[in-house]
C-alpha cells in the first residue's frame, strides 16, 4: 500500500491563479514527520517544509501555505498567486520516528502558464 | 557550506558491466540516503546510512546492488551486472540526524544502461 498518496499528477494553472497539491499519507505511528520537497526542471531537490505529527497548526510562508489535518490523514501544499517559477514536480514525503525510511509520493507536476 | 556532491555526473554503460556511484555528504551528517528515480517517476528509497552501518537494506532491488560508506561520510552505490532497467537517475541526500532531519538532497548521477 502507498504510504504516500499523491492524486494529482499533473496540474496546470494559468499564472496568478492559486493551487493546492493533494497529499494524503498512512502511518500507524503516532511520531512522524511530513515534509514538502521542489524538484524544479533544473533536477535537485529542495527541502521547502517540515512538519511533526504533534504539531498541526498550519503555516504560511509567503506565497506557500500548508494545510496539516491529522483527521484525514492529509498534509496539503496551496500556493498562492503562482509564478512561472512554480513550475517544478512537488513531492510530499513521510518519515515514521521509529523507521528511518523516507516514503515519497509520486510527485504532482504543476505547470504555470504565463 | 558544500552541499551533496554526487559523481559521475552523468554515466553511460554497457549491459553487463559494473558501475559504482559515489555520494559526498554535507561535513557532520551523520545519515545518508540513496533514491532511485526513474523517468517520469517518484523517489524510489534504496538504502540508508547511520554512519557506516547501514540498518535498513531492504529497498535494494537485487543482490545486483550494494552500498557501502567509509569514516561516516562518503558512500558508494554499486550496481553489478547492470540491466538496462537500471537506467535511472540515483540519487543521494544526507541528514543532520537519523529521524525526522530535512534531507539534503544531491544533484544526481544519470546512469544510461546501453
Known amino acids: 500500500a502507498q504510504k504516500v498518496t499523491q492524486a494529482q499528477t499533473e496540474i496546470s494553472v494559468v499564472e496568478k491563479e492559486d493551487v493546492t497539491l493533494d497529499c494524503v499519507y498512512e502511518?500507524?505511528?503516532?511520531?512522524?514527520?511530513l515534509f514538502w520537497y521542489k524538484q524544479p526542471p533544473s533536477g535537485e531537490l529542495v527541502f521547502l517544509i517540515r512538519?511533526?505529527?504533534?504539531?498541526?497548526q498550519n503555516e504560511i510562508s509567503g506565497r506557500y501555505s500548508w494545510n496539516f489535518q491529522k483527521s484525514t490523514s492529509s498534509f496539503n501544499f496551496t500556493i498562492t498567486a503562482s509564478q512561472v517559477v512554480d513550475s517544478a514536480v512537488y513531492f510530499c514525503?513521510?518519515?515514521?520516528?521509529?523507521?528511518?525510511?523516507?516514503?515519497f509520493g509520486t510527485g504532482t507536476s504543476l505547470t504555470v502558464i504565463p | 557550506g558544500a552541499g551533496v556532491s554526487q559523481s559521475p555526473s552523468n554515466k553511460v554503460t554497457e549491459k553487463g558491466k559494473d558501475v559504482e556511484l559515489r555520494c559526498d555528504p554535507i561535513?557532520?551528517?551523520?545519515?545518508l540516503y540513496w533514491y532511485r528515480q526513474s523517468l517520469g517517476q517518484g523517489l524510489e528509497f534504496l538504502i540508508y546510512?547511520?554512519?557506516?552501518?547501514?540498518?535498513?537494506k531492504s529497498g535494494l532491488p537485487s543482490d545486483r546492488f550494494s552500498a557501502e560508506r567509509t569514516g561516516g561520510s562518503v558512500s558508494t552505490l554499486t550496481i553489478q551486472r547492470t540491466q538496462q532497467e537500471d537506467s535511472a537517475v540515483y540519487l543521494c541526500?544526507?541528514?543532520?540526524?537519523?529521524?525526522?532531519?530535512?534531507?539534503?538532497f544531491g544533484p544526481g548521477t544519470r546512469l544510461t544502461v546501453t
Open positions: 541526500a544526507s541528514s543532520l540526524r537519523a529521524v525526522g532531519s530535512q534531507q539534503y
Open positions: 502511518t500507524r505511528d503516532t511520531t512522524y514527520y
Open positions: 512538519r511533526n505529527s504533534f504539531d498541526e
Open positions: 514525503a513521510l518519515s515514521e520516528a521509529f523507521r528511518n525510511q523516507f516514503y
Open positions: 561535513s557532520g551528517h551523520t545519515a
Open positions: 546510512f547511520q554512519g557506516n552501518s547501514a540498518p535498513d
